[in-house]
């Protein structure tokens, strides 16, 4: 009995520490300097994440209720609106037909509404981002645009 006893204890102790990850060579010894380069090399886009075609990315969000488009180089930094204005369209889910709302320049980086979008914030978003007239041909201020799955 004494004997069946120690060996469940021997087996016991041995699956315990098989069970323990073995730690890995060099763990906990991260640079610091390191770690704050990897930060820095990759910027974050605010919001939901559209590519341009022309280079660059759109962050596209609702911030306090309200759409609001930060505008991104390829690098993924802040830069001003190269468009006068955008129009969004989606289905809303709370009534029968479609929202439809024109975000102005608001900022130094981004294009921005004042009226409240009422949740729920996942639909099907159609957007064009149109060019100022004065600066292009008259006969074709739409300048680029898009359809993404919006989830809020």
């Known amino acids: 009995m004494k004997t069946l006893l120690a060996f469940l204890a021997i087996c016991g102790a041995a ?3 098989a ?5 890995k060579a060099g763990a ?14 990759a910027p974050k886009v605010e919001g939901q994440e559209v590519p341009r075609a022309g280079g660059g990315f759109l962050g596209v969000q609702i911030a306090n209720g309200t759409f609001k488009i930060n505008f991104y180089d390829a690098e993924k930094k802040p830069v001003p ?4 204005r955008a129009v969004l369209r989606w289905d809303a889910k709370y009534k029968v037909g479609q ?17 409240s979008i009422r949740p729920p914030y996942t639909f099907k978003l159609f957007m064009v981002l149109i060019k100022d007239a004065a ?17 809020g």
Not at 19 to 23: C, G, K, R, T
Not at 135 to 151: C, K, L, N, Q
């Open 28 to 41: 906990g010894k991260a640079a610091p300097g390191k770690a704050a380069a990897k930060e820095e090399a």
């Open 99 to 115: 929202e439809r709302i024109v975000l102005n320049p608001s900022g130094a980086n981004s294009l921005s509404n004042s009226k």
């Open 81 to 84: 609106p190269d468009v006068a």
């Open 15 to 17: 699956l315990t520490l």
């Open 19 to 23: 069970a323990q990850p073995a730690p």
């Open 135 to 151: 600066g292009e041909s008259a006969e074709s201020p739409v300048g680029e645009s898009y359809v993404i799955d919006f989830r």
